[in-house]
């Protein structure tokens, strides 16, 4: 039903002001397939969500799932993820945030560590 329209809503997403509201879609763009044109706009959203400490703590947890989730297209970018997720993990307090965070590096790091099939 809501597939093909994924740009709209990652544009809609990015125009949300109520946190609720960017709850709900961020949910449902995190199972919805990745779009055909890497959406850098929306990476950077993502990211300054997950650095604003005044988010609240579903929205960061989604941010940082998503932007893992874009990181399969983009594999390079992985290292930038890493570097910001071990970077805020010394000051973010909530357990849900410090487990997504924990969660997602580990996942990062054994996809560095498997070797890729040529």
Same mark, same amino acid.
């Given at each position: 039903m809501l597939s093909g329209k994924t740009d709209e809503l990652i544009n809609f997403v990015?125009?949300?002001k109520h946190s609720g509201m960017r709850r @709900? &879609? &961020?949910s449902v763009l995190l199972d919805m397939p990745l779009p055909e044109l890497f959406p850098v706009a929306f990476m950077d959203f993502c990211y300054e969500r997950i650095l604003d400490r005044n988010e609240k703590v579903a929205v960061q947890s989604l941010c940082i799932k998503i932007v893992y989730k874009l990181c399969l297209l983009e594999p390079a970018l992985f290292s930038e993820l890493q570097a910001v997720l071990?970077? @805020?993990e010394l000051y973010v307090s909530s357990p849900a945030i410090k487990s997504?965070?924990?969660n997602t590096l580990k996942k990062i790091r054994d996809k560095k560590s498997r070797p890729t099939l040529l």
């Amino acid at each position: 039903m809501l597939s093909g329209k994924t740009d709209e809503l990652i544009n809609f997403v990015m125009r949300q002001k109520h946190s609720g509201m960017r709850r @709900i &879609l &961020l949910s449902v763009l995190l199972d919805m397939p990745l779009p055909e044109l890497f959406p850098v706009a929306f990476m950077d959203f993502c990211y300054e969500r997950i650095l604003d400490r005044n988010e609240k703590v579903a929205v960061q947890s989604l941010c940082i799932k998503i932007v893992y989730k874009l990181c399969l297209l983009e594999p390079a970018l992985f290292s930038e993820l890493q570097a910001v997720l071990e970077s @805020i993990e010394l000051y973010v307090s909530s357990p849900a945030i410090k487990s997504c965070i924990c969660n997602t590096l580990k996942k990062i790091r054994d996809k560095k560590s498997r070797p890729t099939l040529l």
